[in-house]
Every structure is written in structure tokens, then in C-alpha cells.
């Protein structure tokens, strides 16, 4: 037997290939069927939540009611605890929303609060000793547009003082009584908690007010003609001591008076539209632009 002929044979490599690809065929067919198959199951398992329902979204500070909200199916893996169910739409309606709430967004626990908000807030943290008085006021010649609630002011203020007898003349004879101007401080220090526009509105309400509508929406009332006559203030609310306004006081009386008022270090102030620095921009910005 010629043993060399056997030596020769050797497996046909072809044909191994062949099945190797077979197998990894059939792998890939069974492993895409159960990913598949759990996928196709996992889309059976949904939740129903609650998405917003209104072509302009939500305000913020706006009762949610009923008509405002749809609900929407999610695979429960795209769940998370903090979305509010469909179930638990009585435990949303008729709350106020805290902020712009946008077309089809999902809505979610801590979206919203039970007390209505407050106008003013802050006369509400108000101490007890304190008072709030209005101030008319020119504001070009009291810093324009830089002045803001929170800023810290000194106001002066002239007026004509009557000269109780007459007097001598050092030319020699007697000049009549007479008047001469006098200039005093009359409050060194005191904060401007607010101002009003020359509608009698307060401007941090306007501001809040354009705080809550759509970023779209609030761009075009902000480029309005009517919205930056709203921010141009026309007098101030001050916040003193009984002190401080009974100083006020005996010179309001008094006829032909005029308050000089100058801004005070920022340093240690509470600026109310720092908190708004986004929307302060914006301001900022239009006004530019119209300038």
C-alpha cells in the first residue's frame, strides 16, 4: 500500500469555511429573533404618562386644568419616578405650574406647586419696622436704565429757606428777608425695593410676567414698542425706617423742592434682576438695538 498517497489527503478546507459561516449564520438568526422577541415584549410592557397638551405650552404661574394635558405611552424601561402618571392626573390639576411648560413636553412632579404665587413677594418678608414710600422721579437723571431694584440710594434734597428777619447790608443799609437755597441729605442710604412705570405698574412684575411666557413668544413682546415704554420707570419704592421717613416727611411739604439721587455701591446689594441675568440681557440687547 502506498502510504504517501494517504499523507497527501487533507480535510477540504472550502467545506470547513462553509460551515463555519453556517453556524455563525444560524447564531446571528437566533440571537436577532430573541433580541427581537424581548424587544417586541418590552414594547407590550408600556406606562401611560402625561405630556402637555397645548399648542403654545403652559405659562408659568397658570392653573393646570384638564383640557391642558393628554396621555402618552412609554415603554416601561423610558419611565422614571419623577414623571407623573396618568393615574394621577387629579394630583396635578388645578396646581400652578412653576415655569413655561412646552408643547408636547412630559410633565413631571416637581413642575408644579399648590400656593398661588405672590405679587410683591417681597413686601411680604417686609420687617415690621420698616416702610415702603413712593418717590417720583426723573429717572434720566437718576442713572436710566442702570438703576434697579435691590440698588442702594443717597438722596439729597434742595429747597428755598425763608431768612426769618432782615439783614445788613455791608455796603451799608438793610436788605430785605429773603430766601437762599439749602441742600441736605436726606437719606443716606436707603434700597429701592421696586419702581413703577408710568402706568402705576410695578416693573419687577412686568419682568416676571414676560418670565413666563415661551422663549419665542417672549423675544417678540420683549422687541415691542409697549413692553419697553412698561420697563421705563417713573418712581421709586423705597424701603426705610419710621425714622427715616418721618425725616421724609417734613420736607414733602415743602414747595419748589427737588431730590438729587445718586447709586451706591453695589457691593453689598441684593439686585432683584440679578436673578433674572438671562432675561436682563435680552434687555439689555433690545435696547441696543433700538438705540
Known sequence: MDLSTIKSVSPNKKLFKKILALVFSVTVIVVSFIVLNNANEAAKDTVEILKVDKKDGISADVVLTGNMIKKYSIIRKEYTEDMVLAEDLPSVVDKYTKYYLRDN???????????????????????????????????????????????????????????????????????????????????????????????????????????????????????????????????????????????FAKYNGIDGKKYLITILSRKNSEVILDELPTLQREVESWIEEKK
Do not use: C
Not at 429747597?159 to 455796603?171: I, L, M
Not at 418670565?211 to 421709586?236: C, H, N, T, W, Y
Open 105 to 247: 413636553s412630559i410633565l413631571y412632579k416637581d413642575q408644579f406647586h399648590e400656593e398661588k404665587p405672590l405679587k410683591n413677594e417681597w413686601l411680604y418678608g417686609l420687617e415690621e419696622d420698616q416702610e415702603v414710600l413712593t418717590l417720583p422721579y426723573n429717572f434720566l437723571e437718576a442713572g436710566g436704565d442702570i438703576l434697579m431694584p435691590g440698588d442702594n440710594v443717597r438722596i439729597r434734597v434742595s429747597y428755598e429757606k425763608e431768612e426769618d428777619a432782615a439783614v445788613g447790608n455791608p455796603n451799608g443799609g438793610i436788605v430785605s428777608p429773603g430766601s437762599n437755597r439749602q441742600t441736605e441729605v436726606l437719606f443716606d442710604s436707603i434700597v429701592v425695593k421696586d419702581m413703577l412705570n408710568s402706568s402705576s405698574h410695578s416693573i419687577y412684575e412686568v419682568y416676571k410676567e414676560v418670565l413666563k411666557l415661551g422663549e419665542d413668544k417672549r423675544q417678540e413682546v420683549m422687541k415691542s414698542d409697549k413692553f419697553m415704554k412698561s420697563i421705563q420707570p417713573r418712581a421709586l419704592l423705597l424701603e426705610g425706617s419710621r425714622e427715616q421717613i418721618n425725616n
